[in-house]
């Protein structure tokens, strides 16, 4: 069984400080990785993406992997209140499966 | 450019009756996913079209099913509606092949059973 895993939270964190989210999935074979952004009641928004070892930046967000630890994670800089939302990660195996993980709940606080 | 559009927005059912949901997918995108969201819960994996061929589906039963139509939009249908069937149904589309294998999500379609 292929899992992705995240702390559910909530995830408080105040208005203008970085807010780290993080994922750990067990597909050793993994091949993409991929966060998304979801408020209450609408569909996910797709942030970042990321396919090799290291950071990606674009510009408040950046993604990090790591596919020897079987981890990534996102980082929000400046956080704002508009950022308060569930974070998904999503990770594509072989073939085009993606398996979602269950979201953590952030929540930036004024 | 257009998005992901799903119809209709919300959808109301009587347990065992059946339920059609629709989807365009982005202009250029070849595949279709559908995942289904109940309340509070994580996005459960449904079915996977590419090309008008169902490639893969999740641990959902026989009575969920669907197609897509040549122009690569794609319907899921859902038989014998039961009361846990309430839910938002979720598509997205991608590009199949290069390097990017983003999945874009529609605006869902909430089914509510009762």
């Known amino acids: 069984q292929k899992e992705v895993e995240q702390n559910s939270g909530p995830l408080s964190v105040p208005e203008g400080a970085i807010a780290s989210l993080n994922c750990t999935y067990s597909d050793r074979v993994s091949q993409s990785f991929f966060w998304y952004r979801q408020y209450s009641g609408k569909s996910p928004e797709l942030i970042m993406s990321?396919?090799?070892?290291g950071d990606k930046e674009d510009g408040r967000f950046t993604a990090q992997l790591n596919k020897a630890s079987q981890y990534v994670s996102l980082l929000i800089r400046d956080s704002q209140p508009s950022d308060s939302a569930t974070y998904l990660c999503?990770?594509?195996?072989?073939?085009?499966?993606?398996?979602f993980g269950p979201g953590t709940r952030l929540s930036v606080l004024p | 450019e257009a998005g992901v559009t799903q119809s209709p927005t919300h959808l109301i059912k009587t347990r065992g009756q059946q339920a059609t949901l629709r989807c365009s997918p982005i202009s250029g995108h070849t595949s279709v996913y559908w995942y289904q969201q109940a309340l509070g819960l994580g996005l459960q994996f449904l079915l996977w079209y590419d090309e008008g061929e169902e490639r893969n589906r999740g641990n959902f039963p026989p009575r969920f099913s669907g197609r897509q139509f040549p122009n690569y939009s794609s319907e899921l249908n859902v038989n014998a509606l039961e009361l846990e069937d309430s839910a938002l149904y979720l598509c997205?589309?991608?590009?199949?092949?290069?390097?990017?294998?983003?999945?874009?999500f529609g605006p869902g379609t909430r089914l509510t059973v009762t």
């Open positions: 990321i396919y090799s070892n």
């Open positions: 999503a990770v594509r195996g072989y073939g085009q499966n993606f398996v």
């Open positions: 997205a589309s991608s590009l199949i092949g290069g390097s990017s294998y983003e999945q874009y």
